[in-house]
């Protein structure tokens, strides 16, 4: 299971990436505006901070595929681990076949169904995004897209995206879209730092913490 973060916040990326379980980076334009950062620095600074990190999302927004390539010119000449985000539309679709030709990795955003899972593997993306938070806001099943998704890919004939679990809210969910078979999560830091939580956890190392001091002061 890989983590990826999904924010723009160029200081939550770095605290994170300290624990070392850091493997990528999802952002869209909306986390960009609120970082404060421009689009295209965004890309750099990553790419030159985190070289080791797997994907870094950038996303492209335009009505035809013409103009999400050439908005997706000036973010592939950053590195190799910049990922094309492109949304699920024809368009959309149109782009990551042609950049998926050319060895770049595309990460088809704004997945909410089978289909477009279908038509995003034909389209050779590298990953797809199923947007988890924005489907349980609306009272929507959104686990039982992970385990359709999952059961489509398993049964795929050739090469298939990552199931890339996105618009995630919280622990729970994180936990869920892993057990159904997404092959990464990407999180907000808050969530990742939750992951860390549990009672048990806390009350156990309170009582190991009490008795290294005790047992410090027996003398054999
Ligand atoms: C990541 O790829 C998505 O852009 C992001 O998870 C969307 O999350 P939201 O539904 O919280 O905006």
Known sequence: MKIFLDTADLN????ANET?????VTTNPTLILKSGNSLYSTAKLLALEYPHFESISCEVVADTAEDMLKQAEDFISIAPAITIKVPCTVEGLKACRQLSNLDIKVN???VFSVAQAIL???????YISPFLGRW??????EIRLIKNLRSVYD?????TPNILAASVRDVMQTEKSAIAGADIITIPPS???????NILTNRGLEMFQKDWEEALKTIV
């Open 120 to 126: 995003s593997a034909k389209a050779g993306a590298t």
């Open 12 to 15: 939550e990326i770095r605290a």
């Open 191 to 197: 969530v990742f730092w939750k992951m860390y939580n």
């Open 108 to 110: 088809v955003t704004l």
């Open 20 to 24: 070392g379980l850091i493997d990528g």
């Open 136 to 141: 349980r806001d609306n009272s929507v099943d």
């Open 155 to 159: 049964q795929w004939n050739g090469k």
